[in-house]
């Protein structure tokens, strides 16, 4: 199974960026695709932006031009670069990757993004 632990998030004001990153550890054969998802209470969660191992990105068009995400393919790490934040980002933001030829999910503890002045 995949472990991922998640990193960076806090209160910030619009406006100002902010870095989330995410680390995967234990027994998997390939990561095929790591990303973020967000969520606020009473609704679904939902997709931020992911990258593929093979490069292919996808993001909500809500945060195209302002976020971007990246990889380490070695480190088994995944980036999310957050500028020009806004209220409507606030949110838990969720690690997600796929693994074993997308044969298996694995979240994050997810870590709160706020934005506020």
């Known amino acids: 199974q995949v472990r991922l632990v998640e990193s960076g998030g806090g209160l910030v004001q619009p406006g100002v960026s902010l870095n989330l990153s995410c680390a995967a550890s234990g027994r998997f054969y390939s990561i095929n695709s790591m990303g973020w998802y967000r969520q606020v209470p009473a609704r679904q969660r939902e997709l931020v932006a992911t990258l593929t191992t093979d490069g292919i990105y996808n993001y909500a068009d809500s945060v195209k031009g302002r976020f971007t995400v990246s990889r380490d393919n070695v480190r088994y790490t995944v980036h999310l670069q957050m500028n020009d934040l806004k209220p409507e980002d606030t949110a838990v933001y969720f690690c997600?990757?796929?693994?074993?030829?997308?044969?298996?999910?694995?979240w994050g503890q997810g870590t709160q993004v706020t934005v506020s002045s």
């Open positions: 997600n990757a796929q693994y074993n030829a997308f044969a298996a999910t694995a």
